[in-house]
C-alpha cells in the first residue's frame, strides 16, 4: 500500500474495525447460546451481532465529541465491510452479494431503530418484544428476551461510562452477559 492510498482512507477506520470487532466478540459470549437459547447459526450471532454493534454505535453517535459520529459511522462501515466478506467466502456470487448486503442493511437499520427506541424511552419491555421479535422470530422467547433485553440495557449503561479517548484508539469493553442476565 502507498502513501496516497494510506492517505485516503477514511477517519477511523482501523478504530471502526477494532470497535466492530469487541462487538463481534461480545455477541459470541456462550451464555447467550447456552443460556438463553439463541439460534448457534449463522443468523442467530448476526442477531446478536446487530445488538451489540447498535449499542455500540448509539453510543458513538451521542458523545458530545464531534468525531464521535465519524466513528460510529466507522464501526458500521466494518461491519458491513466484514460482511460482505463473509459473504463472498461462503461462496454467494459477486452479482447477488449486493443485494444480501443491503438485506442486512435494512434489517440492522429497523433492529437499530428498535433497540433504539426502547432505550430512549428506559422501555425494557419495548425492547424485550423487539429482542423475541428479531432474536427468537417465530419460536417462544420465554423469559430470555426480558434476560437479554436487561444485557442490552446494561451494556447500554456500561459504554456510556467509557471514556471517549479509549473508544477513539479502538478500545471498547462490555461486560460479562452472564452477570446481567442471571441478576434477580
Do not use: C
Not at 468525531?67 to 459477486?94: H, I, K, T, Y
Not at 456500561?158 to 442471571?182: K, S, V
Request: glycine residues 8%.
Amino acid at each position: 500500500m502507498g502513501l496516497l492510498s494510506a492517505l485516503r482512507r477514511p477517519p477511523h477506520e482501523r478504530a471502526g474495525f477494532t470497535l466492530y470487532g469487541a462487538a463481534v466478540a461480545a455477541a459470541r459470549a456462550p451464555y447467550f447460546y447456552a443460556d438463553l437459547g439463541v439460534r448457534d447459526s449463522v443468523e442467530g450471532r448476526l442477531d446478536l451481532i446487530h445488538l451489540h454493534a447498535a449499542l455500540l454505535v448509539r453510543r458513538l453517535r451521542r458523545d458530545a465529541d464531534q468525531r464521535g459520529p465519524a466513528l460510529a459511522q466507522a464501526v458500521f462501515d466494518a461491519m458491513f465491510s466484514d460482511m460482505d466478506v463473509n459473504l463472498r467466502e461462503m461462496g454467494v456470487s459477486d452479482l447477488v452479494v449486493g443485494k444480501r448486503v443491503r438485506g442486512l442493511w435494512e434489517a440492522f437499520h429497523g433492529r437499530a431503530t428498535a433497540y433504539e427506541t426502547a432505550l430512549d424511552g428506559a422501555d425494557q419491555g419495548a425492547m424485550a418484544a423487539a429482542l423475541a421479535r428479531n432474536v427468537w422470530r417465530e419460536e417462544e422467547a420465554g423469559p430470555a428476551a426480558l434476560r437479554l433485553a436487561r444485557i442490552a440495557f446494561a451494556q447500554a449503561d456500561y459504554l456510556q461510562t467509557q471514556d471517549f479517548a479509549r473508544l477513539l484508539a479502538g478500545q471498547a469493553q462490555f461486560l460479562a452477559p452472564e452477570a446481567i442476565g442471571d441478576a434477580a
